[in-house]
């Protein structure tokens, strides 16, 4: 299966500086093995949108509302990323969950709005750090993927998942290979149990994720991709990952 290599900006980035990136990422593009896409604040999609028209570079947002449309002051809805000709939304990031107290159900709903529009969602799980070493890690990442493929039905098939243990998010430390495989065949499991189709779901990686680490955790046999914070805003570091991505 083709990797997924999506850089998520967070709240980062300016006009000038989201345009310099973007050209020092589009100019290698004829090179990649693997699908790549950023996803960027929503007040960029539109810039991000234009200026990775004709290349391999696909763009994708960071949130989208669970609601359809209507009174939702400050909601951006799942339509309205169809309308811009988005490809991807990360939802149930864990500083959503986190900062914003979604649930397991909103991020389960986040996810079905998104399939209805044909957008990807890229559902992020993962464990704290007290929950792994209380051994909850499995239980955790299940419970979390079990509400969105209760609610999606047949089609889970559509998704990206990404496992992101929560210690390892932005704090350079990574979960060893070996640590993030378990989890990812744990999940495999999980989604093969869930749909016949769920060979083509790609389980991406996310934590530290960098230029350096990047070749080992992709050649694990579960994780097929990844999900990239800090390393996807330097076009050097998020060119090696996306080079070690095939
Ligand atoms: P990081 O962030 O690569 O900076 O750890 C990953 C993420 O939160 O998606």
Known sequence: MKKLIAGNWKMNGLRDSNAALLAALTGSSRHWQCDVAVCVPSVYLQQVRDLVAGTDLSCGA?????????AYTGEISADMLRDLGVRYS????????????ETDAL????????????????VCVGETLAERESGQTEDVVRRQLAAVIHANGH?????????EP?????SGKTATPEMAQQVHAVLRMQLNAASQMAQRIRILYGGSMNATNARSLLAQPDIDGGLVGGASLKADDFLSIIAAAY
């Open 62 to 70: 960071q949130d989208v509302s669970a609601h359809e449309s209507g």
């Open 90 to 101: 990360i939802v149930g990031h864990s500083e959503r969950r986190h900062y914003h107290g």
């Open 155 to 163: 089609c889970i098939s559509e998704i990206v998942v990404a496992y």
């Open 107 to 122: 991020v389960a709903l986040k996810a079905q709005r998104a399939l209805a529009c044909g957008i990807t969602p890229i």
């Open 166 to 170: 929560i210690w390892a998010i932005g």
